[in-house]
């Protein structure tokens, strides 16, 4: 399908389609249902209708979001009903909130938003939920339940396995750890900071130092650096996602630590991604965190073109990468793509 705009300024665009599994239904999870009685919507036009999807995208500055991105462009590519605009807020929340306003101005469909903060964005999805417009949440929240559906990984499930898998593994004897950190208003920072810490407790396991890189491998770097000199004890580091845990990989050599055990987050199956540095032995560990684009796109279909309902809340699974499996999950993955 060619990239086209059927409506308003363009932000980038993109025509999109198909889908992986079909999401389950209940009634309180119709489009604009929330817990109680919710605003009503037409959005769904059956096969013959056209529909424009508005994606609002955190930023592409991590590879994840890229990736997300391209997730989302596959995944629509075989729905010809579907025409889907994307837009980048490179991580700045008023542009974001500025984006899905034009979205709105544009009279879009439906809406795909991956927030770069919770608490900035949840007025504006609150606008176009109430407004009758079925609204996907994807991979990070917003506050309070205006939104049709959220479709994420559980990020403290996730945390909690990879301090359970340092109790377990890396430190079975304990030790001094230090952590890097996501963007701190995003909410898989927070839940997979506190699955961490409920994975190593009662290990022996001490966290020395904690620092915010935002999910950058260049601020990963910096972070690194700064807590490995502050914590020169140090016997590993926890990255909340596999790019901050690359740049800490670098700042673990320039230490003189290039063996430190270091383990992240996010488990791209792409060269660059994480899989790919457990198999070179880059990162010690990594768990997938699916994008949830071909997911984002099922729940539109089924709510735009099937008149169907979605749950309010899909639940993606992780699993985890070590050297034992780290060639299979990839080649798993990436088979007939």
């Known amino acids: ?93 008023s542009k974001q909130v500025e984006q899905v306003s034009t979205f709105l101005t544009q009279k879009i469909d439906l809406l795909i938003i991956s927030p770069n903060e919770a608490t900035p964005l949840t007025s504006v999805v609150k606008k176009a939920y109430d407004q009758g417009i079925p609204v996907l949440v994807l991979d990070r929240k917003v506050d309070g339940d205006a939104y049709t559906s959220f479709i994420g990984a559980d990020n403290v499930d996730i945390g909690r396995q990879a301090g359970q898998y340092f109790k377990q593994h890396l430190l079975p004897q304990g030790g001094k750890i230090v952590e890097l950190k996501g963007l701190a208003g995003s ?84 060269p660059e991604g994480g899989i790919k540095a457990v198999e070179a032995g880059r990162l010690s560990a990594t768990f997938i965190y699916p994008t949830g684009g071909a997911e984002a796109v099922a729940a539109a279909k089924k709510l735009l073109v099937d008149c169907g309902q979605v749950q309010k809340t899909q639940t993606l699974q992780t699993r985890q990468i070590t050297k034992d499996n780290a060639a299979q999950v990839y080649a798993e993955l990436n088979h007939g793509s």
């Open 1 to 93: 399908m060619s990239t086209t705009t059927r409506r308003g300024p363009a932000l980038a665009v993109a025509g999109v389609a198909f889908v992986a599994a079909a999401c389950g239904t209940t009634h309180e999870n119709a489009p604009g249902a929330s817990s109680g009685a919710g605003p009503a919507t037409q959005a769904c036009k059956g096969p013959g209708g056209k529909f424009t999807i508005g994606m609002s995208q955190a930023n592409l500055g991590e590879p994840y979001r890229v990736r997300m991105d391209d997730d989302i462009r596959k995944a629509a590519a075989s729905i010809p009903q579907f025409t889907v605009n994307f837009a980048d807020a490179a991580q700045d929340n």
């Open 187 to 270: 909410t898989p920072a927070k839940e997979r900071a506190d699955g961490f810490a409920e994975g190593i407790a009662g290990s022996g396991i001490t966290i020395v130092g904690t620092a915010d890189a935002d999910w950058l491998r260049d601020k990963g770097q910096q972070q690194a650096d700064a807590l490995l000199k502050a914590h020169p004890d140090a016997q590993a580091i926890f990255s909340e996602n596999d790019p901050m845990a690359e740049g800490a990989r670098l700042a673990a050599q320039n230490a003189g630590k290039a063996t430190l055990p270091i383990v992240g987050i996010d488990g791209l199956p792409v």
